[in-house]
């Protein structure tokens, strides 16, 4: 994975959707403007991480995040769960090794990769 040029941290799950179509729809269009970008579910963002946890949910005159987060994959843009994050706030089911069921595309990390990239990539928090 090429390390990015910029990381958008989504802090904001369901009861909070507008910062979190937010920061999908920023990282879409730095992603199609040609600047590297990962998107990093964190915290109640974590909720993101779920195969079925967007299903329908949208903000006006924007995609649904599930639509966003396709079109994020669709260009190459890696989406990142950080690992402690998942175990609390993502909702699925804990999968036969012992760990939640992640959305296709959704790659478990641990928060110290997120914080050493904070020196080097510019970060936005949502």
């Known amino acids: 994975m090429q390390e990015p040029e910029l990381q958008i941290v989504l802090l904001s799950g369901p009861e ?3 910062r979190a179509t937010f920061g999908m729809a920023s990282a879409l269009a730095a992603a199609s403007s040609g600047i590297t970008v990962a998107v990093v579910l964190s915290m109640r963002g974590a909720y993101w991480a779920a ?3 967007s299903q329908g949910t949208s903000v006006p005159e924007f995609p649904t995040v ?5 079109e994020l994959h669709a260009l190459d843009v ?3 769960a950080c690992s402690s ?4 706030y993502c909702p699925s089911p804990v999968n036969g090794d012992g760990l939640r069921t992640l959305r296709s595309g959704v ?4 928060l110290g990769l997120v914080a050493i990239r904070m020196a080097s990539a510019r ?3 949502c």
Not at 85 to 88: I, L, Q, R
Not at 107 to 110: D, I, L
């Open 123 to 125: 970060t936005i928090v």
């Open 16 to 18: 909070d959707i507008q």
């Open 51 to 53: 195969p079925h946890a």
């Open 78 to 80: 890696p989406i990142l």
């Open 85 to 88: 994050c998942v175990d609390n």
């Open 66 to 70: 599930e639509t966003l987060m396709h």
């Open 107 to 110: 790659e478990r990390v641990g």
